[in-house]
């Protein structure tokens, strides 16, 4: 697909192009630009780790190379719309499916969520283990594109028992702030948020939490909250006010595309290739690491495969994308001196989500903004800690439910091993694991229902009447975490010149939604990085 140039401007603007059918959803595949076969850095994959790593070597004068396995969304389908809304998905919806898999399930028992699709790079991803599914944006942007964007910086005081080796006044007084003027972090106007109707079954929640004694607090959003006041009033096009999130926004949003990736292209130093994904790493004996990718078209049919040469190779494909690549390494022995760390310590961030009914005269409101804006925030309680954001379940329709991802303090740990015969990994969570979660959230929203006299909901996760979804996760962390996998800074033992900046170097829980978290490891690495790494 083709190479994208320097053509953004920074700013919360969406990437343009010079080669406007690398973003045409149904267009064919164009002539092969120019190949970049060597570049002095590479970055595997366009999420928040990725993202920083890419805008800050360009800052730096590195000519840089990112190689993304999604799409870039920037242009519009046939229907006018760049992304396709949750309520009427198509292929742009997921990766490679035939028919959506919406976390939710069904709705009064009913098969309504899903649709069928057809097969094409769309812009989410869940992907099947055995006992554990992970939801994964696909794109340039990574989760960003998909994500609730929630933008949450965790307790000093856990961050610190998480991290213990990394200086945590250096992150809460530089690379937190940093993380978060970049992404464009915002907050709900508090007394807008009590009047609207939009943000109704937010309300609702809360009083329940505060009924049962527990403390709720906003938390902050990428999303831009004056975009959506103008929404609520009718003069700016719906998106979040729209049911638009899990397949992407289209408009609101501060993803990566308009923030750090278009600051990024602007420098004129980073090139971005997108439907390329990367197979293998391998290093050669002048040091060089050497990349072999696979180029797909919409079809998935790979197209070509490419090598690539760099000196400096930060790895950014997320907690799977990177262990995968990393373990495979080891295993197949084109990295042997990967230490036995790479691939394990990786964790769901304790995920749950379920939904409460509500009494008929306690209404959610058929008017939902998708993006949360409400935790309840219970992590104190050292007895059962656990932080659940108040999520929305716009359906256009009043239906009485309370949903919930509840985040709780699970300590179990899994670990990828390398499938030889599939060439794929594997991980080794199982249900019994997810059942600590549950637990956890049982606890908090047991005592919710007592308080209020209400019960769970049955229907919506599909099975015989399952309560707490606890078979997928949308935060996967770690698998090469900071410290063990590799130094204190994200650079990976045994070899030198070799980075991880992502969600893997999270070690499986950090007590809130992520990526503000990711996005300042990222800014330390970097810094550290480039003052002492690529001096000539
Ligand atoms: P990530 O953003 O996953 O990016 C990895 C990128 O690498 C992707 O674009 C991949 O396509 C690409 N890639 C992977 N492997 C390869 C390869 N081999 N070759 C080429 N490209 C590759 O990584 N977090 C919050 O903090 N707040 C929220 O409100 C929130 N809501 C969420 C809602 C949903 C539905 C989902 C799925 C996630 C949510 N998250 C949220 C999680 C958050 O998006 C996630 O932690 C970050 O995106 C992880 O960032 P990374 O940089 O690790």
């Known amino acids: 697909m083709a190479a994208l140039q320097a053509a953004a401007t920074a700013g919360f603007t969406r990437i343009t192009l010079d080669s406007a059918q690398a973003a045409e959803p149904n267009a064919e595949p164009a002539a092969e630009p120019d190949a970049v076969d060597n570049a002095p850095a590479i970055v595997v994959g366009s999420g928040y780790g990725a993202a920083v790593a890419a805008l800050r070597l360009g800052q730096a004068g590195i000519r840089t190379l990112v190689l993304e396995m999604g799409r870039l969304w920037n242009t519009p389908g046939s229907d006018g719309k760049v992304f396709c809304s949750t309520n009427a998905p198509d292929q742009r919806s997921m990766w490679f499916r035939t028919r959506t898999e919406a976390p939710l399930a069904s709705f009064l028992w009913l098969d309504v969520v899903n649709r069928d699709i057809s ?4 812009v989410l991803d869940r992907v099947h283990f055995a006992d554990m599914s992970v939801f ?15 933008a949450v910086t965790p307790l000093r005081s856990y961050f610190a028992e998480q991290f213990p080796t990394v200086d945590a006044a ?16 915002n907050t709900v106007d508090p007394a807008w948020f009590e009047a609207t109707d939009w943000y109704r079954f937010t309300r609702v929640s809360r009083k329940h939490a505060q009924n049962a004694g527990l403390r709720t607090t906003f938390v902050p959003n990428v999303y831009d909250f004056g975009y959506m006041q103008r929404e609520a009033a009718g003069t700016a096009p719906k998106s979040a006010l729209a049911g638009e999130v899990i397949y992407g926004n289209n408009q609101g949003k501060r993803s990566l595309d308009r923030t750090y990736l278009a600051s990024a292209l602007g420098t004129g130093n980073v090139t971005i290739h997108t439907l390329e994904k990367v197979r293998a790493i391998s290093r050669a004996a002048d040091g060089t690491y050497v990349l072999t990718a696979d180029r797909i078209d919409t079809t998935g049919n790979v197209v070509e495969t490419k090598q ?12 799977l994308g990177t262990s995968e690549l990393l373990v495979r390494a080891r295993e197949t022995g084109t990295l042997p001196a990967l230490n036995a760390s790479v691939g394990a310590g990786w964790g769901t961030n304790g995920n749950v989500m379920l939904g409460r009914a ?20 219970d992590w104190a309680n050292t007895a059962n800690p656990v932080f659940a954001e108040i999520a929305p379940l716009p359906m256009g329709l009043e239906h009485w439910v309370s949903l919930y991802l509840a985040i709780t303090k699970n300590p179990q740990r899994a670990t990828f091993t390398y499938d030889a015969a599939s060439g794929t990994v594997k991980l080794g969570w199982s249900a019994a694991q997810s059942a600590v979660s549950v637990g956890m959230a049982k606890k908090l929203f047991d005592r919710i229902n007592a308080a209020n ?3 769970y909901r049955y229907d919506l ?18 698998g090469c975490v900071l410290g063990r996998a590799t130094d204190d800074y994200g650079r990976v033992k045994g070899y030198s010149r070799l980075y991880v900046t ?15 978290t990711i996005t300042a490891l990222a800014e330390r690495t970097m810094a550290r990085v480039l003052a002492e790494d690529t001096a000539p």
């Open 170 to 185: 250096e992150m809460y007084g530089t690379y937190f702030p940093r993380a978060r003027a970049m992404l464009g972090v």
């Open 119 to 122: 097969r094409y790079p769309g």
């Open 136 to 150: 994964v944006g696909r794109g340039v942007g990574g989760g960003s594109l998909v994500n609730g964007g929630m």
């Open 358 to 377: 509500n009494h008929l005269w306690d209404t959610v409101g058929a008017n939902q903004s998708t993006m949360p804006v409400m935790g309840i925030d």
């Open 308 to 319: 690539y040469g760099c000196t400096y190779l930060f790895l950014g494909g997320g907690s």
């Open 502 to 516: 992502d969600g893997s170097l999270v070690p499986g829980s950090i007590g809130v939604n992520p990526f503000v």
């Open 453 to 455: 006299a209400t019960i």
């Open 461 to 478: 996760f599909g099975g015989a009447g399952k309560v707490f979804a606890d078979d997928f996760t949308y935060h996967p962390l770690g």
